[in-house]
């Protein structure tokens, strides 16, 4: 009885470690794409660790358990916190500037390539409404060579109430009138004689010489 046992025991225990080590081994499974280790295509049939894996789960790994803090007071964490429990560093002595040794620049040339101004391309100096802005633009100039703000509504009733005004043409009288009466205005009251001036112009001296000067070619004009 007592071999009986110790035999099942034997077992039972290398049957555990063979599914201890199967779940170990779980990623060497085949798959459809590649097949495993245990599952070599040069054979007529798998291994039987190949079926030991398909039946075995995978090992999953255990979490570390966290301990948890002991919680201290707010005056043992204001003691902590405090400026006299960290130890204080004496004032460092300056450092001497030394001239690096190599073919290096002059630092203010440096700054000034570093920090030149900056020269944006076409694309992102000019706005994105431009368009927009040159439109509204030529508004404003039309609207500043209006002669008249008021839009010309010659189809609607908009000038229906407003009073018709003729223009001088229309409203004077029709009849012949004379050039004399048309153009020249007379005022007999501030004439200082009766009769008319007479004009009468100078001679010209080029017309007092004609017929009198010879040309370049010997003729007379």
């Known amino acids: 009885m007592k071999e009986r046992e110790e035999k099942k025991a034997n077992l039972e225990r290398e049957e555990k470690k063979r599914d201890y080590q199967a779940r170990k081994m779980h990623y060497l499974l085949s798959t459809k794409q590649i097949p495993g280790i245990y599952n070599s295509p040069f054979r007529k049939e798998p291994d039987p660790w190949e079926l030991q894996l398909q039946k075995a789960k995978p090992l999953t790994h255990r979490r570390p358990k966290v301990k948890q803090k002991d919680s201290t007071s707010l005056n043992d ?131 007092s010489k004609y017929g009198k000067l010879y040309s370049k070619a010997g003729q007379i004009v």
């Not at 039309?142 to 018709?164: A, C, G, I, Q, T």
């Open 77 to 207: 964490w204001l003691a902590c916190t405090s400026a006299r429990s960290f130890p204080r560093s004496e004032i460092l002595p300056p450092i001497n500037r030394k001239q690096c040794q190599g073919p290096f620049r002059d630092i203010t040339e440096v700054l000034e390539q570093r920090y030149k101004p900056l020269e944006p391309t076409l694309w992102v100096a000019e706005p994105t409404d431009e368009l927009k802005l040159a439109r509204e633009e030529l508004r404003r100039e039309e609207w500043l060579r209006n002669v008249n703000d008021n839009m010309f509504l010659p189809f609607s009733s908009y000038h229906k109430n407003e009073k018709y005004i003729p223009s001088m043409h229309l409203s004077s009288k029709y009849c012949p009138i004379s050039h004399k009466e048309q153009f020249r205005s007379e005022n007999p009251k501030k004439w200082i004689c009766d009769k008319d001036f007479q004009t009468i112009l100078p001679s010209f001296e080029l017309f």
